[in-house]
Each structure stands twice: as C-alpha cells, then as structure tokens.
C-alpha cells in the first residue's frame, strides 16, 4: 500500500509561481512513477507531468518550458514548480503512484490562478 498527500496549492496572479509537494508513504521503494493530474472544472483529468524511478520526466505540452517536476527521495517527496502561472492552470492537481501496476491517488490540492 502506498499513501500520496498533496501540499502547496493556493491562489496566485497570473504570470505568478507555485510548487506542489507529493509526500509519499508505506511502501514506497518500489514505486515506479509519481505523476501530477489535474482536473478542472468541466474537464477530464489530465496528465501534467510525470517521473520515473529512472529519472525521466516527461510533460504535457500545455506546460513544457514552464513546469518542472523533480523528486528528493530521501523525504519520499516529489515536487511540481509551476511558474508563469496562466488562468488555464486553474485546477485541481492532483498526485499518483504508480507501483506493481497499482495506482494510488491523493485527494488533490487546489490551485486557483487569479487575472
């Protein structure tokens, strides 16, 4: 079993910055992926970004050269900076881990981009 609990959402301008954190816990060596989703209202969920046991990243289009999603695996911590916020990244976002093929998802941190 594995526990994923997500921090750092909040309100923010346009053009502004945020990092989400992904704490993980129980059994996390043999987690293969942590992914950050979001959901916005109305919208299916949607991969943001992704990163693998083996360190590769990979990103939605909607956020390349603005996102970067990177891990400190000595706190079980993966993190999402978001800069350049637009009103379209308003959402929930989001984390999983992904481990034996089991995804297990947190209940979601809520980021809400102002004009």
């Known amino acids: 079993q594995v526990q994923v609990v997500e921090s750092g959402g909040g309100l923010v301008q346009a053009g502004g910055s945020l990092r989400l954190s992904c704490v993980a816990s129980?059994?996390?060596?043999?987690?293969?992926?942590i992914g950050w989703y979001r959901q916005a209202p109305g919208q299916q969920r949607e991969l943001v970004a992704i990163?693998?046991?083996?360190?590769?990243?990979n990103y939605a289009d909607s956020v390349k050269g603005r996102f970067t999603i990177s891990r400190d695996n000595a706190r079980n911590t993966v993190y999402l900076q978001m800069n350049s916020l637009k009103l379209e990244d308003t959402a929930v976002y989001y984390c999983?881990?992904?481990?034996?093929?089991?995804?297990?998802w947190g209940k979601g941190t809520l980021v809400i981009v102002s004009p």
């Open positions: 129980g059994s996390t060596n043999s987690i293969n992926a």
């Open positions: 999983n881990a992904e481990r034996y093929g089991l995804v297990y």
């Open positions: 990163i693998t046991r083996g360190d590769n990243t």
